[in-house]
């Protein structure tokens, strides 16, 4: 039972950081037609940035500008690389490959600077844990829980409430029709760019705490699986991600949780659960668990 | 008209024949080195010609292109080794490329289903859980450090170094020997895929790319045609990974990642979607890079030896900047890659001989932007 | 490939039997529409549209812009399902069947907005002799000899019907150096390589100059009185279909309002009133769009 409770956490824990991630992806999806398949590397980038400058600024003051470098970052490679393009579905098609070669780039560079090494960020939760009840949970779990809530519930509400979440609305229904309406084009997808390479930068803080050894070069690859969350969520709906994000993460841990039992499966089953569960779930619907939209018209 | 028409068939064949006799030429000149950069380039080109059928042609991104490399290259491994079926080897290879095959069948319920770039991470899912089954299943992968490949044997000819081999005073090692086989499967793979690019299913999988609608109500089956372009791109993935394998003496399961996958899709991107040729260019870019550039290392300017310090720019760090750079600019400033640059090249010679008063067909014309290219009202 | 490819197949060489010789000895089947309900996310796009396209006929659909043309061809061409109403080419019932199985039973169709694909007017047209033909992946690869024989005789009947459409010229040009209207005809041509028994025609000459016009006029005549196909027309310049149809059906927002000949609709004052708005009585016979 303990175990069980053990795991739920862990796993809504690690759903959380993966919902930041997740987020991240369908925003830009929303905006601009792209899967951001540099969005692991962005993630990195960020870590690596908190990693290297906590030292002098201290965790807050690095995480702060981590977040903002990294949201530039991915501003910058919308409106000066990708927004080249163009924003009809084919230039979105080819734009997806183009950050394919961005992530080669961004993360080769990040993996010859990190090298083998396991980086830690300076956080302030360390390895303190919290009794709760009858279950001990670190500190950095229900930091990431808490801290990914809020921040959710933030961009959920700059969704609803701000001109800017209405033009992305707007331009994910009709990108002709809002760019007729006065909606520029341009700015929306840059901002959504931005937004999306903060959550990558906060997400890596947390998934390279405790009881992660630290941030290293595979980091990156770990903030994948937000893929597969996405892809169950049906890729253009937020709240299709969240419930996709919270169902890899559970499925995870409860994996690495009862991983004595599953051992047919193979040690590490955990890592790689995320992409079973999609697997399956494409078989039986290619539109995503909840996609009206996106993924797969036939 | 006729003899004009014969007269350029002849000139083709020529042309033809003179390329086949400088391929056939290396093994008596060039060492090793050179040798398996050769080889590696035949194989990975074998490789993204599969994978250009599937996204370049039919517009399928795929990134499990790694996984079925894997089951061509442990499939010969497993099938001609012990413990296996130990199998003749000869037998093996045909048998390995089926089995990539029927693993791309397999997959076809998402295949045929998951269209264009939301098939590039479906796709992931078999990279992850091919590597993950790679390290687990022991008994038929070795785990974690491999198996080491048995040489293919055909009719008593061994491609390895074991018997002495003399061919015009040039001793034949195994890279001298696999070169040949190499030349007769990529043969095969350039006859094949130009075969079917210009006939009726290449034609029906470039519909589906340019407009699902047109295709499926010019009598194109949809769904079988996304799988069985699935499965081609398999096969000839698994024809690769057998190549490869018989190249490399021993499989491991981290050579099969993500990397690899990219790295084929870079090939394609860079050669230019869609065309054997340039796959092929791709494929020679991208294999061959690291490799000279390794061996070059001490005198590429800010390029370091393998091995030095870390945190140094090696070369292999180089090539993959190269190359991330290239699908950037190719895709945002010559999308048709390589082979349009070619193409460019000749008209423009061609043109400078004979003035002609034929529009330019040099341009490419843009593809319609997918949006346009549906009927007017929705079509759920 | 399966039984109604080869039925097509039969009926397609008879067709092209047919058009050879010039006697038409088979008609084609009757197409009916039954009650056709079709809905979008709330909005009721078709609403119990009937009409019988008679064998050898041109059927005019029209009506004013979002009338639901194109959603009652994307429902005959299978890339619409509706709620509720029948769709029978002869005796079959084509609701449920996938665009491409009604492909192959011989309807064929152009779009209102140009749909055509990279590569050469015969790559194009080569497509339209996808249902036709029945080379597979493992045939082509290898360069089978019945594949290559196939390739060839479907080719040249693909360059007799671009001589017929007047493409003849332009054959091996790529399609994206065409100008519009040749692009139009591309499509048109495409349709017609599957010789088909149903053509559905998509404002066929929308964004056409006169001449070219007239030339598509004319060809979509001769291909009715040669081949004998029927012919489903939705075209918003009024002399052409006045020109063409036997039989005229008008909707307005997803309703049939009318149905008759070309005259009989024209007087109609419920006809009048969509179009225009108003009780007006002499706005016929012009380009109502």
């Not at chain 1, 037609?33 to 807050?60: I, K, P």
């Not at chain 1, 995320?274 to 009206?292: E, H, K, S, T």
């Not at chain 2, 064949?13 to 000149?29: S, W």
């Not at chain 3, 493992?138 to 009947?157: C, F, M, N, W």
Request: hydrophobic share 50%.
């Amino acid at each position: 039972m303990t175990d069980l409770l053990d795991s739920l956490l862990g796993g809504l824990a690690l759903g959380a950081v993966y919902a930041l991630v997740a987020l991240g992806f369908v925003v830009i999806f929303k905006a601009s037609g792209v899967l951001n398949f540099a969005h692991g590397s962005l993630l990195l980038f960020g870590g690596y940035l908190v990693a290297v400058l906590h030292d002098d600024l201290g965790f807050a003051g690095a995480l702060a500008l981590a977040v903002l470098v990294t949201a530039a970052l991915a501003g910058a490679l919308d409106r000066f690389l990708l927004q080249r393009g163009g924003h009809d579905a084919h230039s979105a098609h080819v734009q997806t490959i183009v950050t394919i070669g961005i992530d080669i780039v961004l993360l080769t560079e990040l993996a010859r600077r990190i090298g083998g090494d396991l980086l830690t960020l300076g956080d302030p939760w360390g390895d303190a844990v919290t009794e709760l009840g009858p279950v001990t949970v670190a500190d950095s779990r229900l930091a990431a829980i808490a801290v990914s809530a809020v921040v959710i519930a933030g961009v959920f509400a700059l969704f609803r409430f701000t001109p800017w979440g209405l033009s992305l609305r707007a331009a994910a229904e009709d990108t002709e029709a809002a760019a007729l309406m006065g909606v520029h084009l341009g700015r929306v997808r840059a901002g959504a760019w931005c937004l999306a390479g903060a959550l990558a930068a906060l997400a890596a803080v947390f998934l390279a705490a405790f009881p992660a050894p630290g941030l290293e070069r595979t980091t990156g690859q770990i903030a994948l699986n937000a893929f597969p969350a996405a892809i169950l969520g049906g890729l253009a709906s937020p709240t299709g991600a969240l419930a996709g994000s919270l169902v890899i993460g559970l499925t995870e841990a409860l994996v690495v949780g009862y991983q004595s039992e599953l051992h047919m499966l193979g040690d590490g089953f955990g890592d790689v659960a995320p992409y079973a569960v999609m697997l399956l779930v494409l078989l039986v619907r290619p539109n995503g668990l909840f996609g009206a939209k996106g993924a797969a018209r036939v | 008209m006729s003899d004009r028409i014969r007269a350029l068939l002849t000139r083709r064949r020529a042309t033809l024949l003179t390329v086949a006799v400088l391929l056939c030429l290396p093994p008596f000149y060039l060492d090793a080195f050179w040798l398996r950069i050769g080889l590696f380039s035949m194989a990975a080109a074998i490789g993204a010609i599969g994978l250009a059928l599937l996204s370049g042609t039919a517009g399928q991104l795929s990134l499990g292109h790694a996984f079925f490399l894997a089951v061509g290259a442990y499939g010969y491994t497993w099938l001609a080794g012990d413990p296996g079926p130990g199998l003749p080897t000869a037998l093996a290879v045909p048998l390995a490329v089926l089995m990539a095959g029927l693993a791309g069948g397999l997959f076809s319920p998402v295949a045929g289903r998951v269209k264009g770039i939301y098939l590039g991470i479906a796709t992931l899912a078999l990279v992850f859980l091919g590597h993950h089954v790679l390290l687990t299943a022991e008994s038929v992968t070795g785990g974690f450090n491999g198996r080491s490949v048995p040489p293919l044997s055909l009719g008593g000819f061994t491609f390895d170094a074991d018997r002495e081999l003399t061919v015009l005073g040039v001793p034949f090692g195994a890279e001298e020997r696999l070169w040949f086989l190499g030349l007769a499967l990529f043969a095969l793979t350039w006859f094949t895929a130009r075969g079917l690019l210009r006939s009726r299913p290449g034609r029906a999988l470039a519909a589906l790319r340019d407009s699902e609608t047109a295709a499926a109500v010019m009598g194109v089956d949809v769904a079988r045609h996304r799988s069985a372009a699935f499965v081609v791109s398999s096969m000839y993935a698994g024809l690769a990974g057998v190549l490869l394998a018989l190249a490399f003496r021993r499989v491991v399961p981290d050579y099969f990642g993500l990397v690899l996958s990219v790295d084929y899709l870079a090939m394609i991107v860079i050669g230019g979607l869609g065309s054997v040729a340039g796959a092929t260019a791709g494929a020679v870019f991208v294999t061959a890079l690291p490799l000279l550039m390794t061996r070059y290392a001490d005198q590429l300017p800010l390029v370091a030896a393998p091995g030095s310090a870390e945190g140094a720019v090696g070369p292999t760090e180089a090539a993959r900047y190269l190359y991330g750079a290239a699908i950037v600019l190719v895709l945002l400033y010559a999308p048709d890659g390589l082979h349009g640059l070619a193409r460019r090249a000749r008209d423009r010679l061609r043109r400078r001989r004979t003035p002609t008063t034929v529009p330019d067909t040099a341009v490419p014309s843009p593809p319609p932007p997918a949006a346009a290219a549906r009927p007017k009202e929705h079509t759920p | 490939m399966n039984d109604r490819t080869t039925e097509a197949r039969a009926d397609a060489t008879r067709t092209t039997k047919t058009h050879a010789g010039g006697t038409s000895t088979t008609a084609p089947p009757e197409l009916a529409v039954r009650d056709i309900t079709v809905r979008f996310a709330g909005l009721t796009a078709l609403d119990g549209v009937s009409f019988t396209v008679a064998p050898g006929s041109v059927h005019a659909l029209i009506g004013p812009n979002g009338a639901g043309k194109s959603t009652c061809f994307n429902v005959l061409s299978g890339l619409c399902r509706p709620a509720s109403g029948a769709v029978t080419l002869g005796g079959t019932e084509l609701t449920r069947l996938a665009p491409h199985r009604i492909a192959a039973l011989g309807v064929a169709r152009t779009f209102q907005n140009i749909v055509t694909t990279q590569g050469t007017v015969a790559d194009n047209l080569m497509l339209g002799r996808h249902a036709l033909t029945r080379a597979g992946f493992t045939a082509s690869a290898l360069r089978l000899p019945g594949a290559r024989r196939e390739q060839r005789e479907h080719l040249a009947r693909a360059r007799e019907i671009a001589e017929l459409t007047g493409l003849g010229a332009h054959f091996d040009s790529p399609v994206g150096l065409l100008s519009y209207g040749d692009r139009k005809r591309v499509e048109l041509a495409r349709a017609l390589c599957l010789e088909p028994r149903v053509l559905l025609l998509d404002e066929p000459v929308a964004g056409m100059n006169a001449a070219e016009r007239a030339r598509t006029a004319e060809v979509v005549a001769e291909l009715r009185a040669e081949l004998g196909l029927s012919v489903v027309l939705v075209e918003h310049d009024m002399g052409l279909v006045m020109r063409l149809a036997d039989e005229v059906t008008v909707l307005d927002f997803g309703r049939p309002i009318a149905h008759g000949t070309p005259d009989e609709v024209r007087r109609d004052p419920e006809v009048l009133r969509a179009y225009l708005g108003t009780d007006a009585t002499d706005a016929t016979g012009e380009d109502a769009a």
